[in-house]
Nanobody, 119 residues
Framework: QVQLVESGGGLVQAGGSLRLSCAAS????????MGWYRQAPGKQRELVAT???????NYADSVKGRFTISRDNAKNTVYLQMNSLRPEDTAVYYC?????????????WGQGTQVTVSS
């Protein structure tokens, strides 16, 4: 069984920073892309950033220049450094990863971590 566990969310003032972490654990043979999504109240879940095994990254326009995604393949962990946070960044942030486990490729989601940015 595979689990993604996020940590690092919280309450921060506008202009502040937070760092999210997401660790994958369990019976893992390989991990492809890892990423972060977010869902604000009353809105659809949206892509924030993704990173490939080789380190290529992709960002939503709304976070370019402020957020940085990275990963530690040895630890099966992906990070999201969030700087210059804005109230509109307030959302539940979800980790996402495509993982090979027991000969099956599947997409897994974490349970989500709340990020609240006050003005």
């Amino acid at each position: 069984q595979v689990q993604l566990v996020e940590s690092g969310g919280g309450l921060v003032q506008a202009g502040g920073s937070l760092r999210l972490s997401c660790a994958a654990s369990g019976r893992i043979s390989s991990i492809e892309n890892m990423g972060w999504y977010r869902q604000a109240p009353g809105k659809q879940r949206e892509l924030v950033a993704t990173i490939t095994t080789g380190g290529s990254t992709n960002y939503a326009d709304s976070v370019k220049g402020r957020f940085t995604i990275s990963r530690d393949n040895a630890k099966n962990t992906v990070y999201l450094q969030m700087n210059s946070l804005r109230p509109e960044d307030t959302a539940v942030y979800y980790c996402n990863s495509r993982i090979l486990s027991a000969a099956w490729w599947r997409t897994y989601w974490g349970q989500g971590t709340q990020v609240t940015v006050s003005s």
